[in-house]
């Protein structure tokens, strides 16, 4: 009987009406790091390394929306083709958001995530709403993509140098890699090439 009137009293407290506009303090700042994690990396370097990441964070983030961007708005003869390239590097960007935000968590930081502080830590010029050509659209990738990489190669060398390991090959084998791939795709199309070539020999005998 005891236990029956204890079971009872513990379900009792139990209630299925959500707990709604719940607050509290934050569990950690950002810009911290936690102290004891065994991952064989000092305290420092940990934060010297997060901040560094959270940098390059903001800055892929906001490549990431502007090749969304770009992908909405593009426009002439190279429409189509576009409109798929730049969706799908914007999806290889979304992937390597995840990557740079989880090695931040991962090193006991917290990685930046709402759109205003991106938008307040990023190097990346921001573009106007409206719509532009072409040539614009893809100059602002690039000079996107190269703020990036200037970034992802001094970054690597310096966990390198520091014994972090695993962001050097997270920076070399993703983010580099891919960034620089999407510069290669991206570059090709401000190529002057015109889309029909006639010969003036072909010409002459035309007329």
């Given at each position: 009987?005891?236990?029956?009137?204890?079971?009872?009293?513990?379900?009792?407290?139990?209630s299925?009406?959500?707990?709604?506009?719940?607050?509290?303090?934050?569990?950690?700042?950002?810009?911290?790091?936690?102290?004891?994690?065994?991952l064989?990396?000092?305290?420092?370097?940990?934060?010297?390394?997060?901040a560094?990441?959270?940098?390059?964070?903001a800055?892929?983030?906001?490549?990431?929306?502007l090749?969304?961007k770009?992908?909405?708005?593009?426009a002439?003869?190279?429409?189509?083709?576009?409109?798929?390239?730049?969706?799908?590097h914007?999806?290889?960007?979304?992937?390597?958001?995840?990557?740079?935000?989880?090695?931040?968590?991962?090193?006991?930081?917290?990685?930046?995530?709402?759109?205003?502080?991106?938008?307040?830590?990023?190097?990346?010029?921001?573009?106007?709403?409206?719509?532009?050509?072409?040539?614009?659209?893809?100059?602002?990738?690039?000079?996107?993509?190269?703020?990036?990489?200037?970034?992802?190669?001094?970054?690597?060398?310096?966990?390198?140098?520091?014994?972090?390991?695993?962001?050097?090959?997270?920076?070399i084998?993703?983010?580099?890699?891919?960034?620089?791939l999407?510069?290669?795709?991206?570059?090709?199309?401000?190529v002057n090439?015109?889309?029909?070539?006639?010969?003036?020999?072909?010409?002459a005998g035309?007329?």
């Amino acid at each position: 009987m005891p236990t029956k009137r204890n079971n009872h009293r513990s379900t009792a407290k139990i209630s299925a009406q959500p707990r709604l506009h719940q607050s509290a303090n934050e569990i950690q700042a950002y810009g911290t790091v936690n102290h004891l994690l065994p991952l064989e990396l000092e305290e420092p370097v940990r934060l010297e390394i997060t901040a560094q990441l959270n940098q390059l964070l903001a800055d892929t983030m906001t490549l990431r929306d502007l090749y969304k961007k770009s992908h909405w708005q593009t426009a002439g003869p190279t429409f189509y083709q576009l409109h798929l390239l730049f969706d799908k590097h914007y999806d290889e960007q979304v992937e390597l958001v995840d990557a740079i935000a989880e090695r931040i968590q991962l090193l006991g930081g917290v990685s930046i995530a709402m759109a205003a502080d991106v938008a307040e830590t990023t190097q990346i010029a921001r573009p106007p709403r409206g719509r532009e050509v072409v040539p614009v659209q893809l100059s602002r990738l690039l000079d996107a993509h190269q703020v990036i990489i200037g970034e992802v190669r001094k970054l690597a060398r310096r966990a390198s140098d520091l014994g972090d390991d695993g962001t050097n090959d997270l920076l070399i084998s993703q983010v580099l890699r891919t960034n620089e791939l999407q510069v290669w795709f991206v570059s090709e199309h401000l190529v002057n090439v015109p889309l029909v070539q006639v010969k003036e020999a072909a010409a002459a005998g035309a007329a």
